[in-house]
């Protein structure tokens, strides 16, 4: 089973497997019917193509069959955390009296897992030039919410917790941006603004972003062939339907690999090690 991102050697795997997950995104979480999805979905109503042993009929298809989302989607291991440490084995199938909790316990760990995945890669990006205990005892707090009890998972305030590590994130960025050294002068020509930039569609073919910040931009559609991203924050940028051929992403800040996932690319795509090359991505003949 292919991971996200990494098998952590820190603490925990946040890497989706699958083998070990009673198919929880197949049925907790609802979708609608769009580009990503043929039809609407409830939550708690199982997908049509989930088996009965938790696996998906159609995997190898899915795109083909217009599942673009289900290619995109990764729960950051919280699948396989819901399954077999919160709710110890016991399946929804098996155990109904549990149905609804474990259906509502799943994405809030899904997304402290996300939480958990990024602060260790701020964990990563500060040690040696920075004392990492701020960011590790984040890290062990989110963590520790994560590992706990379902009544006490319901009770968190997903969006606090994300709040409280705000700073140290961004700090983290900062400081690992600024080992760039020469950072270029963002092309204002062609829309680029830094922060929250709205670059759906943009023609971005070639731009330098080394050591910039592009967090929390729209780059929807964006032409991004060639552009040098390495060291450029790419912290909640949608870059669903973006042209990464070419393009370096080697040590891009907070990349994650639903947003991989998301672009278009090709074999000259650099990628960091870890991520893992979507199927979909052309080759070149």
């Not at 005892?137 to 009770?155: G, I, M, Q, R």
């Not at 705000?166 to 922060?195: K, N, Q």
């Not at 339907?241 to 690319?265: E, I, K």
């Not at 979507?278 to 070149?284: A, G, L, T, V, Y």
Request: aromatic share 6%; proline share 4%.
């Amino acid at each position: 089973m292919t991971r996200t991102r990494v098998e952590l050697g820190r603490r925990e795997d946040l890497g989706a497997d699958c083998a070990d997950c009673f198919g929880l995104c197949c049925v907790a979480l609802s979708f609608a019917k769009s580009a990503d999805f043929p039809f609407d979905k409830d939550a708690g109503e199982p997908c049509t193509n989930l088996d009965d042993q938790d696996g998906c009929r159609i995997h190898p298809h899915l795109r083909d069959r217009g599942f673009a989302g289900c290619t995109v989607f990764d729960c950051f291991g919280a699948g396989q955390k819901v399954s077999r440490s919160t709710f110890a084995g016991r399946s929804w199938r098996d155990d109904p009296g549990t149905r609804a909790e474990m259906f509502a316990v799943f994405p809030v760990v899904r997304r402290l897992h996300e939480l958990l995945w990024y602060l260790d890669e701020a964990i990563g990006l500060v040690t040696g030039s920075r004392d990492p205990a701020p960011w590790t005892a984040a890290f062990t707090h989110v963590k520790e919410l994560s590992d706990a009890d379902p009544a006490t998972v319901l009770a968190v305030d997903v969006d606090a917790e994300y709040d409280a590590c705000r700073d140290l994130l961004v700090s983290a960025s900062e400081i690992a941006r600024a080992e760039v050294g020469r950072v270029t002068p963002l092309d204002s020509g062609r829309g680029v603004r830094g922060l929250g930039s709205d670059l759906a569609g943009a023609d971005l073919r070639g731009v330098d972003l080394r050591g910039q910040t592009l967090r929390g931009s729209v780059a929807l559609g964006a032409d991004l062939r060639d552009a040098e991203l390495s060291r450029c924050d790419l912290l909640g940028v949608d870059l669903r339907g973006a042209d990464l051929s070419g393009a370096d992403l080697t040590d891009a800040v907070y990349l994650t690999q639903p947003q991989v996932n998301s672009a278009r690319g090709d074999d000259r795509t650099r990628l960091s090690a870890g991520f893992a090359r979507p199927s979909h991505w052309s080759r070149r003949t």
